[in-house]
């Protein structure tokens, strides 16, 4: 492969709470193609909620992936490499050790981005795949609504154009409800309640955002890994397929029903449910008790799922010109 080829690759790192993400793309022609996309949960943000500092082990292993992955860009040709890191390392008071880290170990320093840019950045990716009635053929010109929820927040984002008109970010992830609800194992239909009821409590703002109302018809778009695990599980697909995926979609119902087949488990039995990552089987239900929560607090019904997420939008950004 020539020169050229190799100069059209760039990298978006995304280091979250729960996992670290990559993605290196090709340009071709107006738009990007993947090359190769990557996902390890190192859960850099254990323990955050509660002690306000970033757990050594967490800090080596989310180092040690994103060396792993910048070496592998690197090797790919991406001639530019863009790396964020969201809600842990904007709350932890020892930000500053991963940073040191990262430099030493993987050549690059995360960006830490307030979770209003995450939202923009994630409402962005959807638009390009979903925005003005792309997709599944909804008509053009309906408002898009977007859900994220991560291992430490949640974005609710919405517009009618590629730039958002209207943003909100809450200190509410899968992990960060999973360390402060500690259930039962099985949880059963009672620990799953008070998921529920808790996520029900931080998201009542949602409801009462000014502009919520004209989100009447609008599309719901959900990304990140609770929602694309849910997708999976949903579908019992034996290995994870971002084709089958991604633009799929999981109603209020169908999250309920997965919500209550998943908590009757025990949690080493949710690990091997096809579909399920093993790592993400401990929050999976504090994730979907925020989405069934999210969905209830906006009025939708159902949500289309995406699979691309701040990876994309930050590609987008930053070398999409």
């Given at each position: ?29 107006p738009g990007f193609v993947p090359v190769v996309e990557r996902a390890r949960i ?280």
């Amino acid at each position: 492969m020539g020169p050229a080829a190799l100069s059209a690759r760039f990298a978006a790192l995304d280091v979250g709470t729960n996992t670290v993400l990559l993605l290196v793309a090709e340009r071709r022609g107006p738009g990007f193609v993947p090359v190769v996309e990557r996902a390890r949960i190192t859960r850099l943000g254990r323990g955050v909620d509660r002690s306000g500092r970033l757990d050594p082990a967490a800090i080596a292993e989310t180092v040690a992936t994103l060396a792993e992955f910048a070496g592998e860009a690197r090797a790919l040709g991406a001639g530019g490499i863009a790396c964020v890191a969201t809600s842990a390392a904007r709350d932890a008071a020892n930000g500053a050790d991963f940073f040191a880290a990262s430099r030493a170990a993987a050549g690059l320093v995360p960006e830490v981005i307030s979770g209003e840019e995450e939202a923009r950045l994630v409402y962005g990716s959807a638009w390009r795949d979903f925005g003005l009635g792309g997709g599944a053929g909804l008509p053009a010109g309906l408002p898009l609504a977007v859900l994220d929820v991560g291992g430490g927040s949640t974005e609710f984002t919405w517009g009618d154009d590629p730039e958002p008109r209207g943003r909100l970010s809450l200190q509410l992830g899968a992990v960060r409800l999973t360390e402060r609800h500690p259930a039962a194992d099985p949880p059963g239909t009672a620990g799953l309640q008070a998921l529920k009821r808790a996520a029900a409590t931080a998201l009542a703002g949602l409801g009462k955002l000014q502009g919520i109302a004209e989100l009447a018809g609008a599309r719901l778009v959900g990304v990140a890994g609770t929602v694309t695990t849910l997708a999976a599980v949903g579908q019992a697909l034996p290995a994870y397929d971002a084709e089958r995926v991604h633009g799929s979609t999981l109603g209020l119902d169908e999250v309920d029903a997965l919500l209550e087949r998943m908590a009757a488990l025990p949690l080493e039995r949710r690990k091997r449910l096809p579909g399920m990552e093993p790592k993400r089987a401990d929050v999976i239900l504090a994730g979907g008790a925020i989405v069934a929560e999210a969905m209830r607090r906006t009025g939708f019904s159902a949500l289309t799922v995406s699979d691309r997420g701040v990876r994309w939008g930050l590609l987008w950004d930053r070398f999409g010109a």
